[in-house]
């Protein structure tokens, strides 16, 4: 298993959207159903989006031009995350955030929290979706895998892999609605209502660190490149 797409996988785990997906999902009467759907879901569509790139990556692994596009797309990658994270801090891009309290409902107006009110099955699967769009994070494990097997399976198996890593909020929060659903929804309301608060430490904090390291880990490539 690539080193690098572990550590990008758990950059991953707790972000602002899918915690405040799983804490009403847990807020609801059927929890299990709705965690269950929006897994599945989720699971089913980032799978297929990280199988076929793997898959068209892979297919250029053994040409020269794959040696010399690998640096370059790492160094674009940290770019763009490095200047989000600038963007972000410095106010530039909007950022929607409300008080959230620990205790009683709590009025959301973004357009995640719309859709998180009254969640049918059709909508945690949508939810699932939504919330695991593939980003700057994704792409980058998934050119970290390509460029670390030239095998389909091994490949796919990281994929899975990353994708069980991404969704293990989500997977922890179903198994403990089911053996200890006090616990569950108390614990993921305080992460989520954390995660909501420093929403903007977070993007900014993950997206310095994953720009920087790809940046670092691309120039090498871009030296040897042209020299």
Request: net charge positive; proline share 4%; hydrophobic share 55%.
């Amino acid at each position: 298993m690539s080193t690098e797409a572990i550590l990008l996988a758990l950059s991953t785990v707790v972000r602002p959207t899918s915690a405040a997906a799983v804490v009403a999902m847990l807020a609801t009467r059927h929890p299990q159903r709705l965690l269950g759907v929006y897994i599945v879901a989720g699971l089913t569509f980032s799978l297929a989006v990280g199988a076929v790139v793997v898959v068209l990556l892979q297919g250029v692994s053994d040409s020269a031009a794959s040696f010399e596009l690998r640096p370059v797309a790492a160094v674009a990658l940290g770019a763009l995350a490095v200047g989000y994270a600038g963007a972000v801090g410095l106010g530039w891009l909007p950022r929607r955030h409300h008080p959230v309290g620990l205790e009683g409902p709590v009025q959301q107006h973004d357009w995640m929290h719309r859709r998180l009110q009254n969640l049918s099955l059709r909508g945690a699967a949508t939810a699932g979706v939504l919330t695991h769009l593939p980003g700057l994070v994704y792409l980058a494990a998934l050119n970290a895998i390509a460029g670390s097997t030239t095998r389909a399976v091994d490949g796919m198996l990281q994929v899975t892999i990353y994708n069980a890593i991404w969704f293990s909020l989500a997977i922890v929060a179903l198994a403990l609605s089911v053996y200890r659903p006090g616990v569950s929804q108390s614990a993921l309301e305080v992460l989520g209502s954390w995660t909501r608060f420093h929403r903007r430490a977070i993007v900014v904090v993950c997206f310095s660190a994953l720009g920087g390291y790809l940046i670092l880990t691309g120039i090498p490539g871009l030296l040897h490149r042209s020299g």
